[in-house]
């Protein structure tokens, strides 16, 4: 069974940086795409980037181009997202997600294509 754990959250202030991490356990990472998605109150989870399992394909939504990346370490098991110059608007919980895929450039970007989910870990980002 695939879980995941993930970790980095916290408080920051605008324009600061986090990274956040989320460790595959029970399956191999390198079968897996994975992805974040972040959930802030009264809103609906959204995607936030996804990776293929052989990091040659990855996507990010709109709002965080040039500031988001996410990459992946399959020796650790391991997918991060660098968040760099935080804003308000990123405040959210996170949510780590891994899914099982055929082809290793497959990179959904939809949260009901991904079977697996972490608890998620807060980032509060201040003004």
């Known amino acids: 069974q695939v879980q995941l754990v993930e970790s980095g959250g916290g408080l920051v202030q605008a324009g600061d940086s986090l990274r956040l991490s989320c460790a595959l356990s029970g399956q191999t990472a390198s079968g897996y795409a994975m992805a974040w998605f972040r959930q802030a109150p009264g809103n609906e989870r959204e995607f936030v980037a996804a990776i293929s399992r052989n990091s040659l394909d990855s996507d990010h939504t709109a709002s965080v181009k040039g500031r988001f990346t996410i990459s992946r370490d399959n020796s650790r098991n391991t997918v991060y997202l660098q968040m760099n110059s935080l804003k308000p608007e990123d405040m959210a919980v996170y949510y780590c997600?891994?899914?099982?895929?055929?082809?290793?450039?497959?990179?959904?970007?939809?949260?009901?294509?991904?079977?697996?989910w972490g608890q998620g870990t807060q980032v509060t980002v201040s003004s």
């Open positions: 997600a891994a899914t099982w895929v055929a082809y290793p450039a497959d990179c959904p970007t939809t949260a009901k294509e991904y079977a697996y």
